[in-house]
């Protein structure tokens, strides 16, 4: 149970997976939420007058597993094409039920009502028109503009009731309504609020079936106000919807499948969630066995270890604020998150074996450069690196060995190279290094008091802290609590290990076991290692070394706690997009990929455009047929350019606010 510090329950429990209990909702013959299992589904990207090419892309994401398909409805008459696509489909023996994606054209809602299984509206824009305006409402004018939207609402609320069709209320972070914006601003609370005003609305009209979804780019702000939305569920007495969980706009490729198990995995983990899509500007069937590796976690959930429970949560889920702990050389306080790399399985020879982890030698000026995604420091176990190591990175070693090596002035400077103890080697009370050590730590080990006892005597320790538990994230969440709870501010880092499974599991694993913790400002960086692989060739060793250190880099900056890379907010791409996205994304990305830190938001259509982008610096927008809108921030700076050259003004516009760097000038 959660305390006093947040009394609202978002969670049945913070250390053993109980599904939250979610009223079942009909969507067609395909049962949502209750005891049904967490269900899969996607949206097609063709045009929605293309009925053949809809029907062939509908079929795909079946046979791929999406129980539900979604298809954009943007005016009157894709949502009339519906019906045909619909026929079409059951001609074929695909019986999946049918969704009808709906913004800002309420008459399209109310035609697709009738004509498939699902209706999803977003209550930022279904009856009002974003100006980016602040308006200071008084009671009676807020209270006026509820009355409006009622009116508008209610229509599409007695057709649903009608025909039996149910409706997703899914707000988007970035298309909050004026309205909403000037009340509660751009937060959490703001999302929720924004989908409480419809749903109050159809809990007055006795109408139920209801999906839920807090949707945002920032995986912060989206697990915030799907906790928050239970919360207030519960404080006012509505029933217990199911949720839609997603991360819009996640982009594509390995930063795609990380920001979604980030964001997903982390609610999951909080046994939310009846209904997972994952939004990768890849082809829909693509995003299908994502979400399933996803569900299948929570869907099958065996293995779990007991862990004794929380008694005192010292968290506040609805903000994030990161674990108070003391600095230590580069680790801890208000240091970035750290990212140890595991090489104490990999012969180290030259230089170039360290290449995979970004630390890349340049023979001819003979001098080190360290990759925005190289690794800080390098565990050697045992097999101290027989080179001088790049300046800025910092090598650790088991302490047997360190302490063999620590009067070795050449290439193992005690300065630069630290120390990894166990519990027994640290209880023997050891000369240590003056300014860092690490300690290796389980999670059962956070719950001795005779171990926290001692870490309290070595203020100068990093605990590297692990657990053999099956699912790592509630497990450490837990041993958290408790380093919490006794006052003990050692920095921690999440030590995670697997055992060979492929690639994309491991980074959707690592993803939401470490991811989980980072949201709720748990950790002070990662290590994820090898002792479990089987390999021994080195080839293989560096290859798989290379996977964890930029899974290591994307878990970090998917959960906004350390930026390392650009960021690409692209969407998925539906019937509304107007230029090639999976191509143009690339294109963009070749041309900026370099830009550290930077946020480039890249948007098919209008519908995503300003709104859908809201964390972007940059944004590039389809607004017709060759016709590009460039956005600085929220706001236009080119209406209408031409296609063709859309990327050089682009990277004009960065280049004007100084936040431009040639990549030749990036050494390779």
Same mark, same amino acid.
């Given at each position: 149970?959660?305390?006093?510090?947040?009394?609202?329950?978002?969670?049945?429990?913070?250390? $053993?997976?109980?599904?939250?209990?979610?009223? $079942?909702?009909?969507?067609?013959?395909?049962?949502?939420? &209750?005891?049904?299992?967490?269900?899969?589904?996607?949206?097609?990207?063709?045009?929605?007058?293309?009925?053949? &090419?809809?029907?062939?892309?509908?079929?795909?994401?079946?046979?791929?597993?999406?129980?539900?398909?979604?298809?954009?409805?943007?005016?009157?008459?894709?949502?009339?094409?519906?019906?045909?696509?619909?026929?079409?489909?059951?001609?074929?023996?695909?019986?999946?039920?049918?969704?009808?994606?709906?913004?800002?054209?309420?008459?399209?809602?109310?035609?697709?009502?009738?004509?498939?299984?699902?209706?999803?509206?977003?209550?930022?824009?279904?009856?009002?028109?974003?100006?980016?305006?602040?308006?200071?409402?008084?009671?009676?004018?807020?209270?006026?503009?509820?009355?409006?939207?009622?009116?508008?609402?209610?229509?599409?609320?007695?057709?649903?009731?009608?025909?039996?069709?149910?409706?997703?209320?899914?707000?988007?972070?970035?298309?909050?309504?004026?309205?909403?914006?000037?009340?509660?601003?751009?937060?959490?609370?703001?999302?929720?609020?924004?989908?409480?005003?419809?749903?109050?609305?159809?809990?007055?009209?006795?109408?139920?079936?209801?999906?839920?979804?807090?949707?945002?780019?920032?995986?912060?702000?989206?697990?915030?106000?799907?906790?928050?939305?239970?919360?207030?569920?519960?404080?006012?007495?509505?029933?217990?919807?199911?949720?839609?969980? +997603?991360?819009?706009?996640? +982009?594509?490729?390995?930063?795609?499948?990380?920001?979604?198990?980030?964001?997903?995995?982390?609610?999951?983990?909080?046994?939310?969630?009846?209904?997972?899509?994952?939004?990768?500007?890849?082809?829909?069937?693509?995003?299908?066995?994502?979400?399933?590796?996803?569900?299948?976690?929570?869907?099958?959930?065996?293995?779990?270890?007991?862990?004794?429970?929380?008694?005192?949560?010292?968290?506040?889920?609805?903000?994030?604020?990161?674990?108070?702990?003391?600095?230590?050389?580069?680790?801890?306080?208000?240091?970035?998150?750290?990212?140890?790399?595991?090489?104490?399985?990999?012969?180290?020879?030259?230089?170039?074996?360290?290449? =995979?982890?970004?630390?890349?030698?340049?023979? *001819?000026?003979?001098?080190?450069?360290?990759?925005?995604? +190289?690794?800080?420091?390098?565990?050697? &176990?045992?097999?101290?690196?027989?080179?001088?190591?790049?300046?800025?990175?910092?090598?650790? @070693?088991?302490? =047997?060995?360190?302490?063999?090596?620590? $009067?070795?002035?050449?290439?193992?400077?005690?300065?630069?190279?630290?120390?990894?103890?166990?519990?027994?080697?640290?209880?023997?009370?050891?000369?240590?290094?003056?300014?860092?050590?690490?300690?290796?730590?389980?999670?059962?080990?956070?719950?001795?008091?005779?171990?926290?006892?001692?870490?309290? @005597?070595?203020?100068?320790?990093?605990?590297?802290?692990?657990?053999?538990?099956?699912?790592?994230?509630?497990?450490?969440?837990?041993?958290?609590?408790?380093?919490?709870?006794?006052?003990? *501010?050692?920095?921690?880092?999440?030590?995670?290990?697997?055992?060979?499974?492929?690639?994309?599991?491991?980074?959707?694993?690592?993803?939401?076991? =470490?991811?989980?913790?980072?949201?709720?400002?748990? &950790?002070?960086?990662?290590?994820?290692?090898? =002792?479990?692989?089987? @390999?021994?060739?080195?080839?293989?060793?560096?290859?798989?070394?290379?996977?964890?250190?930029?899974?290591?880099?994307?878990?970090?900056?998917?959960?906004?706690?350390?930026?390392?890379?650009?960021?690409?907010?692209?969407?998925?791409?539906?019937?509304?997009?107007?230029?090639?996205?999976?191509?143009?994304?690339?294109?963009?990305?070749?041309?900026?990929?370099?830009?550290?830190?930077?946020?480039?938001?890249?948007?098919?259509?209008?519908?995503?455009?300003?709104?859908?982008?809201?964390?972007?610096?940059?944004?590039?927008?389809?607004?017709?047929?060759?016709?590009?809108?460039?956005?600085?921030?929220?706001?236009?700076?080119?209406?209408?350019?031409?296609?063709?050259?859309?990327?050089?003004?682009?990277?004009?516009?960065?280049?004007?606010?100084?936040?431009?760097?040639?990549? +030749? @000038?990036?050494?390779?």
């Amino acid at each position: 149970m959660l305390t006093e510090l947040n009394p609202a329950v978002y969670a049945n429990s913070l250390t $053993e997976y109980k599904r939250r209990l979610s009223r $079942e909702v009909m969507i067609g013959d395909l049962p949502m939420g &209750g005891l049904n299992p967490i269900r899969i589904q996607s949206m097609t990207t063709v045009d929605t007058m293309d009925t053949a &090419g809809s029907i062939a892309q509908c079929l795909r994401m079946a046979e791929a597993g999406s129980e539900y398909i979604r298809i954009t409805a943007p005016s009157m008459k894709e949502a009339a094409n519906l019906e045909n696509i619909r026929k079409g489909l059951r001609a074929a023996g695909c019986n999946a039920p049918l969704i009808a994606d709906i913004h800002f054209t309420p008459n399209a809602a109310e035609l697709a009502a009738r004509l498939v299984e699902k209706v999803r509206i977003n209550p930022g824009n279904y009856a009002d028109r974003k100006r980016f305006e602040v308006i200071d409402y008084t009671e009676t004018g807020y209270q006026a503009e509820l009355d409006r939207i009622r009116d508008r609402f209610v229509p599409l609320v007695k057709i649903c009731k009608e025909y039996g069709t149910a409706m997703r209320i899914g707000t988007n972070h970035g298309s909050l309504s004026d309205r909403i914006l000037s009340r509660y601003g751009d937060t959490p609370l703001g999302m929720v609020e924004s989908a409480l005003e419809f749903l109050r609305i159809c809990e007055d009209m006795n109408y139920y079936d209801i999906v839920i979804s807090m949707k945002a780019s920032n995986t912060q702000v989206m697990v915030q106000a799907y906790r928050m939305l239970i919360q207030k569920l519960e404080a006012e007495g509505l029933q217990p919807y199911p949720l839609h969980l +997603g991360v819009t706009e996640a +982009g594509d490729g390995e930063d795609g499948r990380i920001k979604s198990a980030v964001g997903i995995g982390t609610l999951l983990e909080d046994g939310l969630g009846d209904t997972i899509r994952v939004s990768l500007t890849e082809e829909p069937e693509y995003e299908v066995p994502v979400a399933k590796a996803l569900a299948d976690r929570y869907n099958h959930r065996t293995g779990h270890t007991p862990v004794a429970p929380v008694l005192h949560y010292p968290i506040d889920p609805f903000q994030h604020h990161r674990r108070v702990t003391h600095e230590m050389q580069n680790i801890g306080g208000k240091q970035v998150p750290r990212v140890i790399a595991d090489i104490s399985r990999l012969p180290l020879e030259s230089y170039a074996d360290l290449k =995979a982890l970004g630390h890349h030698y340049l023979p *001819e000026p003979d001098k080190w450069h360290m990759a925005d995604t +190289g690794a800080d420091y390098l565990y050697t &176990g045992s097999n101290p690196a027989p080179f001088m190591l790049a300046a800025g990175s910092r090598q650790v @070693q088991d302490f =047997a060995a360190w302490q063999a090596n620590r $009067e070795n002035s050449g290439v193992n400077k005690a300065a630069y190279t630290h120390p990894l103890l166990t519990i027994a080697e640290l209880a023997a009370k050891p000369d240590l290094h003056p300014d860092l050590n690490f300690l290796k730590l389980s999670d059962t080990d956070a719950l001795n008091p005779e171990t926290t006892t001692l870490i309290k @005597q070595f203020p100068n320790l990093v605990l590297l802290m692990g657990t053999e538990n099956t699912h790592a994230m509630p497990a450490l969440r837990r041993a958290f609590m408790e380093l919490m709870n006794l006052g003990i *501010e050692n920095p921690v880092i999440i030590h995670l290990q697997y055992p060979a499974i492929d690639e994309d599991s491991l980074r959707l694993s690592a993803a939401t076991d =470490a991811g989980g913790l980072l949201i709720d400002g748990l &950790g002070d960086g990662i290590m994820i290692g090898t =002792a479990l692989l089987p @390999q021994t060739d080195k080839a293989a060793l560096s290859e798989t070394q290379k996977v964890y250190n930029s899974a290591a880099f994307g878990i970090l900056q998917a959960a906004r706690t350390r930026m390392s890379k650009t960021e690409y907010i692209s969407c998925p791409s539906c019937g509304r997009t107007l230029f090639d996205l999976q191509e143009t994304t690339a294109l963009i990305r070749s041309r900026t990929d370099h830009l550290k830190g930077i946020k480039i938001g890249i948007m098919g259509c209008i519908v995503n455009g300003p709104g859908e982008m809201a964390d972007a610096d940059y944004g590039y927008v389809g607004v017709g047929k060759g016709k590009i809108a460039l956005y600085r921030g929220q706001n236009v700076v080119k209406k209408s350019v031409p296609q063709v050259n859309a990327v050089d003004e682009l990277i004009d516009i960065i280049r004007e606010d100084g936040n431009w760097i040639e990549a +030749g @000038q990036q050494p390779v």
